[in-house]
């Protein structure tokens, strides 16, 4: 049966009449390239930093729609492999953000039964990011609702690379046979390996590309583009994707 938004109104939220989604049919795991807060910021002669201030709000509101619409997981692309180019002080205040939204966001998360996971190269991420997720990750663990999951320092090829070399390692030492490879044990070497694969993939700003992002977890995916920028992505925006991928005949290569 269709179903309404299911949260209260605040002055970001939208005005418009909910379209009505399906609650059998939302989507398990949604994939989000949030993407545009350094053109919002310029568009209105602000630093680059203020456009994912401004972004990190949203992600609260995105995650508290997507956890009582009912999504399973919600995968968002923070900080990719690729973003170390970006100025130094853009790259700190990236990656001070986490600290910053998980030290007045986490109660919430708890409260709301949301898991905190990450995938990416963790290990070289400062020591004050990782102690953030660390902590939320371990007060969440086992929590049984929405899995918030977050690329950090993320690239999909880098991922796949790592796979090859520790299924290779495995034949070295003959664990496993060449002719046992196959598409489950290579998903199994991934940081996904314990989740379920995205069925919608979401880029805000307009550009349309994958930009190094869950390339092999996203091969069946429904993809999703929008003209907004993610600081002004809201509800409204997230419930068009979703009703939009409940009116896709999903075949999977067959017919």
Known sequence: MPIKFPFKKDKKQPTTEPLGLEENHIPKHVAIIMDGNGRWAKNRGMPRIAGHKEGMGVVKRIVRYASDIGVKVLTLYAFSTENWKRPKNEVDFLMKLPVDFLSTYLPELIERNVQVRTIGDFDVLPEHTQKAVKEAMEKTKDNDGLILNFALNYGSRYEMVH??????????????????????????????????????????????????????????????????????????HFEKALYDFQNRKRRFGGV
């Open 163 to 236: 796979a090859v070399k520790q299924i290779a390692s495995k034949v070295q030492d003959g664990e496993v046979d060449i002719s046992d490879i196959d598409e489950s044990m290579f998903s199994k070497e991934l940081y996904t390996s314990e989740l379920i694969e995205p069925d919608l993939l979401i880029r805000t700003s307009g550009e349309q590309r994958l930009s190094n992002f869950l390339l092999w977890q996203l091969a069946y995916a429904e993809f999703w583009f929008t003209e907004v920028y993610w600081p002004d992505f809201d509800e409204s």
